[in-house]
């Protein structure tokens, strides 16, 4: 999966004596991004003491200068083509995004990500011939820079760069079609001192397979687990973790470093993305790598990131419109619900301190207007291409809505997300200004924050287009 966003590790306090520690992907993917000081002031209330951004955006670098937090800054796919050809760029970029972090705003970088799952199979090989020349770039950068023993390159994929011929572990190795490719990248990781950092969701196989068994997914132990040799695997995550073990076992790198990049659960947009759902997962997560038990094949503490901090509602809904809806906690900083991180001291999520609202008012649909209005069907199509619809639908958090209020959902999304411009309601004579909150249920009908403008260095993130699809989900639960 492709995201643009920053990664959080947080370290688990726990009487264990040796302990895993578990991250948080911060997206950033969002119409009103929490200014970075806000997020970097919630990070540390709990607990956080590593970040991985995917981008090197200066204010969010700004803002974790001096906070002792770990980081990892991030090299966006759609950069690698220049700095696989110019070694001059690549220096520009360290110099530009770590030297000066580091040297003046005593920023503490550990790593770089040098892309995003660039092998994912749904590019067709678009970063096949530029992936690796810009690692190397990024290297001898870091070198010459006099970085290179604090800062390590990496590069985080997805788990479809390695699969199994016998559908088990033990039949682990890397794609066929990159088989020499990911060779020679462990290779240079290793020669480096870098990890091998992956993605791992089992929320995706039970997404895209109507007969995956679910329990498999989650860590309560299944009652038929798949035997391995007489390796047992109770649950999907250590099955395709150790299948990666095996790969690299398998071409000689079996004692290279793991970083699980992205993990987690989403709470909306799909019938199975729900919070009881998303607690089971990130909790019974976290008690199974609590212990720093590790896996059948590789015993000791795990490295892993949840995906991910707070919910992106600009994010691409191509994959599915659960991609909207990962966080642990809400775009405005709020908990979902109870995860103990064995970060704070209450053992609960703190939410985010500072955030500053519009004003209590909503967009809804005028109460004397019927169904059939000829304005409502171009009306709500228009406001959920540019707003966010993806709570709408059987199953999901707003999916208990009647006509009128799915209408009014839509509307107020636009409105919300254009700063509650007097204009923005304006839908034909069907639409109004309440100060009565419409939320019921399950479903929340935000306001939302005064926008982030930044330093100038920053540049205002707005909506992709939500398909027309979106519109036509909602109408037909009419």
Not at 348 to 364: D, N
């Amino acid at each position: 999966m492709v995201w643009g966003f920053v990664v959080v590790i947080l370290t688990v306090a726990l009487v264990c004596p040796k302990a895993s520690s578990i991250g948080a992907n911060w997206g950033t993917q969002a119409s009103h991004p929490l200014p970075p000081d806000i997020v970097v002031r919630m990070l540390r209330e709990n607990g956080i003491q590593k970040v991985k951004l995917f981008d090197a955006e200066y204010d969010t670098l700004r803002a974790l200068g001096k906070s002792k937090i770990e980081v990892m800054v991030g090299i966006p796919n759609d950069m690698l083509s220049t700095l696989a050809s110019s070694l001059k760029a690549a220096e520009k970029w360290v110099s530009k995004n770590v030297s000066t972090h580091i040297n003046t705003d005593k920023v503490n970088i550990r790593y770089v990500a040098v892309g995003n799952e660039p092998f994912l199979s749904t590019y067709n090989g678009s970063y096949l011939n530029t992936t690796f020349p810009a690692m190397r770039n990024i290297q001898i950068a870091l070198i010459k820079a006099g970085l290179q023993n604090q800062v390590k390159v990496t590069c985080p994929l997805n788990a479809d760069v390695y699969d199994s011929s016998t559908t088990l572990p033990s039949g682990g190795d890397f794609r066929a079609n990159i088989r020499d490719l990911m060779i020679a990248i462990v290779k240079f990781l290793v020669d480096n001192g870098g990890p091998f950092t992956v993605n791992i969701y089992p929320f995706i196989s039970l997404y895209n397979d109507a007969n995956f068994p679910v329990d498999y997914a989650f860590f309560d132990g299944i009652s038929q687990p798949v035997s391995d040799g007489g390796t047992f695997y109770y649950n999907m995550f250590d099955a395709n973790y150790d299948t990666l073990v095996h790969a690299l076992e398998k071409n000689g790198f079996g004692n290279m470093p793991i970083i699980v990049g992205e993990i987690g659960w989403p709470t909306d947009g799909d019938r199975n993305a729900n919070v009881e759902y998303a607690r089971k997962f990130n909790q019974g997560f976290m008690a199974h790598i609590s212990g720093g038990k590790g896996t059948p094949r590789r015993p000791g503490p795990i490295d892993a990131y949840l995906f991910s901090l707070i919910d992106e509602d600009a994010k691409s809904v191509q994959p599915g419109y659960f991609e909207r809806h990962w966080g642990i906690f809400t775009f405005d900083g709020l908990p979902k619900y109870a995860l103990n991180l064995g970060t704070t001291n209450t053992g609960a999520l703190i939410q985010a301190k500072g955030v500053r609202y519009l004003q209590r008012k909503w967009c809804v649909m005028k109460p004397n207007v019927r169904l059939d209005n000829p304005q409502v069907a171009p009306s709500v199509s228009y406001a959920c291409s540019l707003g966010d619809c993806t709570s709408l639908g059987i199953g999901m958090s707003c999916g208990n809505l009647d006509g009128k209020e799915n209408i009014s959902y839509a509307f107020n999304s636009y409105y919300q997300i254009n700063d509650q411009i007097d204009t923005a309601c304006k839908f034909p004579n069907i639409s109004e200004v309440t100060k009565t909150d419409p939320s019921t249920g399950t479903c929340r009908f935000p306001i939302m924050i005064e926008p982030y403008y930044g330093g100038a260095a920053h540049e205002q993130v707005f909506f992709l287009p939500l398909v027309m699809a979106a519109a036509i989900t909602m109408l037909s639960i009419f």
